[in-house]
T-cell receptor, first 109, second 112 residues
Framework: RKEVEQDPGPFNVPEGATVAFNCTYSNSASQSFFWYRQDCRKEPKLLMSVYSSGNEDGRFTAQLNRASQYISLLIRDSKLSDSATYLCVVRRSSYKLIFGSGTRLLVRP | DVKVTQSSRYLVKRTGEKVFLECVQDMDHENMFWYRQDPGLGLRLIYFSYDVKMKEKGDIPEGYSVSREKKERFSLILESASTNQTSMYLC???????????FGPGTRLTVT
């Protein structure tokens, strides 16, 4: 079983839609949580950290449920430029990040 | 802006060749990492370094070695390339006190 599991998608949504991705992690000792974004043929970049109380950054909302060991990302009012792969990332120790294999989002006109 | 550069975007090597992948960062970051990314498997950590000449094995170090002689440069070495090492290789760096990793553009290595 993978330490971080994501639905690979693709999620195919129209512009303006709201879309949500979930991610589950297996190690209850995981310490920090992140969402990274990876555009096609590009490197991953940090989208946002995920805090226990939930946090919002513009159209993006991230939530953490430690009891159920899952993390979510909600995107409101989807734009064409949101099309990318979203990587769920868990910090296992001081240096080590564990990456999920990603959820692909396609936003169509 | 943090810049992480990798020596090649695309590389084709033959089985058994010794391969060097170079990574340079310009932000004086203490930590540097080498990952490989394969479809359906995500990014997997090969090695990381938290200081010059210091290194630790990641989750899949077999068949690889690393070198960090200067703070800004972290090299990944495939001693004898094999076809199962065909992959996208990504280098990353981060400050000691931060968890945000900055990635290079990647090297797509094909071993034939």
């Amino acid at each position: 079983r993978k330490e971080v599991e994501q639905d690979p998608g693709p999620f195919n949504v129209p512009e303006g839609a709201t879309v949500a991705f979930n991610c589950t992690y297996s190690n209850s000792a995981s310490q920090s949580f992140f969402w990274y974004r990876q555009d096609c043929r590009k490197e991953p970049k940090l989208l946002m950290s995920v805090y226990s109380s939930g946090n919002e950054d513009g159209r993006f909302t991230a939530q953490l449920n430690r009891a159920s060991q899952y993390i979510s990302l909600l995107i409101r009012d989807s734009k064409l430029s949101d099309s990318a792969t979203y990587l769920c990332v868990v910090r296992r120790s001081s240096y080590k990040l564990i990456f999920g294999s990603g959820t692909r989002l396609l936003v169509r006109p | 802006d943090v810049k992480v550069t990798q020596s090649s975007r695309y590389l084709v090597k033959r089985t058994g060749e010794k391969v060097f992948l170079e990574c340079v960062q310009d932000m004086d970051h203490e930590n540097m990492f080498w990952y490989r990314q394969d479809p359906g498997l995500g990014l997997r950590l090969i090695y990381f370094s938290y200081d010059v000449k210091m290194k630790e094995k990641g989750d899949i170090p077999e068949g690889y070695s690393v070198s960090r002689e200067k703070k800004e440069r972290f090299s990944l070495i495939l001693e004898s390339a094999s076809t199962n090492q065909t992959s996208m290789y990504l280098c990353a760096s981060t400050e000691a006190s931060s968890y945000e990793q900055y990635f290079g553009p990647g090297t797509r290595l094909t071993v034939t």
